[in-house]
T-cell receptor
Framework: GAVVSQHPSRVICKSGTSVKIECRSLDFQATTMFWYRQFPKQSLMLMATSNEGSKATYEQGVEKDKFLINHASLTLSTLTVTSAHPEDSSFYIC?????????????FGPGTRLLVL | QKEVEQNSGPLSVPEGAIASLNCTYSDRGSQSFFWYRQYSGKSPELIMFIYSNGDKEDGRFTAQLNKASQYVSLLIRDSQPSDSATYLCAVKAAGNKLTFGGGTRVLVKP
């Protein structure tokens, strides 16, 4: 159990276009979903936390108007990178938790590799 | 000072030996501690979690937690080439957010 999927797994787009990434919890209802970004040879950096039906909470330095997050249901969250630029090229990973208990782990999706040309 | 610190490595270990990974954290309010393994180009996968001081064993893995010293470690016994990966230490204070260390790259040599 606790499987998280992401789609697409890889995307290449032109500079200035928008890209949508989906994150789904397949066999559980996710009270909270998280979006991370990972640049080569660096660790995961949390971008934002989203709870179903409410606005996402963005980490300091992450532009909320550029990285739009929608958490419309307990099994689906989307991240839209608007007007993507080459510096947005990265590995985007989502995770989900089943409840808000501190001891609950996060289950990670397989990641989406974005390349902006 | 980083919130969660790990030696970046690489930690080179002969096959069959014990790999010892260390992690220190700065927030004394941290309550939950997780070790993830990440293969190159893949997302992290959970290996172990620990909440209480002491040792916790799961197969070839042992996590050790010392809250007084703000220190958590991971031991990998009988290391295999398939254990070669980056190991991420993650810490959770109150709430849901995980703070990750920079990761330790482990190389197990046959």
């Amino acid at each position: 159990g606790a499987v998280v999927s992401q789609h697409p797994s890889r995307v290449i787009c032109k500079s200035g276009t928008s890209v949508k990434i989906e994150c789904r919890s397949l066999d559980f209802q996710a009270t909270t979903m998280f979006w991370y970004r990972q640049f080569p040879k660096q660790s995961l950096m949390l971008m934002a936390t989203s709870n179903e039906g409410s606005k996402a909470t963005y980490e300091q330095g992450v532009e909320k108007d550029k990285f739009l997050i929608n958490h419309a249901s307990l099994t689906l969250s989307t991240l839209t990178v608007t007007s993507a630029h080459p510096e947005d090229s990265s590995f985007y990973i989502c995770s989900a938790t089943r409840d808000s208990h501190t001891q609950e782990t996060q289950y990670f999706g397989p990641g989406t590799r974005l390349l902006v040309l | 000072q980083k919130e969660v610190e790990q030696n970046s490595g690489p930690l080179s270990v002969p096959e069959g030996a014990i790999a010892s990974l260390n992690c220190t954290y700065s927030d004394r309010g941290s309550q939950s501690f997780f070790w993830y393994r990440q293969y190159s180009g893949k997302s992290p996968e959970l290996i172990m979690f620990i909440y209480s001081n002491g040792d916790k064993e799961d197969g070839r893995f042992t996590a050790q937690l010392n809250k007084a010293s703000q220190y958590v470690s991971l031991l990998i016994r009988d290391s295999q080439p398939s254990d070669s990966a980056t190991y991420l230490c993650a810490v959770k204070a109150a709430g849901n957010k995980l703070t990750f260390g920079g990761g330790t790259r482990v190389l197990v040599k046959p």
